[in-house]
């Protein structure tokens, strides 16, 4: 599995270079390039008129960057979207990075573990959607507790959260 270096903001917008303002709405994005996932950052402005190709999304505020504490940028309803945005990806780096949200998902109570099987040498988990009537399936890559870690750790950068 390669390391993924996702950045934090670098608090200007990606098209302009044009800083942004304390409480300024932008759009975080996730980028696919040669070397993997990469975050970029564009004004909103900047976002409407030239609706950069991104592998996904989100909307959020430019912090002030003396608060001291952590304001939730992305709910659990995002992290489902993500989630199922990456259903039917098979690039490892993606399954790795579905299943540690998976195991976010289930922590915050959003995915209840149902059962597992093996196919082919695969193992695949299916648990059940909370406040649903369906169940998905996750590939189980076998990551390394130090590999969950850091890819935890890269995941709250991307989206700006503790986990």
Known sequence: MADWEIRKTLGQCCG?????????????????????LERRDYSAEYWESHRPEVYCFWKTRMPDA???????????????TFFERLAEETDAEKVSFRFVLTL??????????????????????TLR???????VDVVNPHLTEDQIEQLSAQMGQILQMDF
Do not use: H, N
């Not at 302009?16 to 993997?36: D, H, I, K, Q, S």
């Not at 959607?129 to 169940?135: F, H, N, Y």
């Open 129 to 135: 959607v909370a406040g649903e009537d369906r169940s």
């Open 66 to 80: 003396e608060q001291q504490k952590k304001k939730l940028f992305v709910d659990d309803d995002m992290l489902m």
């Open 16 to 36: 302009t270079e044009r800083p942004f303002e304390v409480g300024e709405e932008y759009f975080a994005a996730l980028v696919e390039t040669e070397t993997g």
């Open 104 to 125: 976010i998902l289930m922590r915050k109570r959003k995915l209840k573990y149902e059962g597992m099987k093996v196919e082919e040498g695969v193992e695949t988990w």
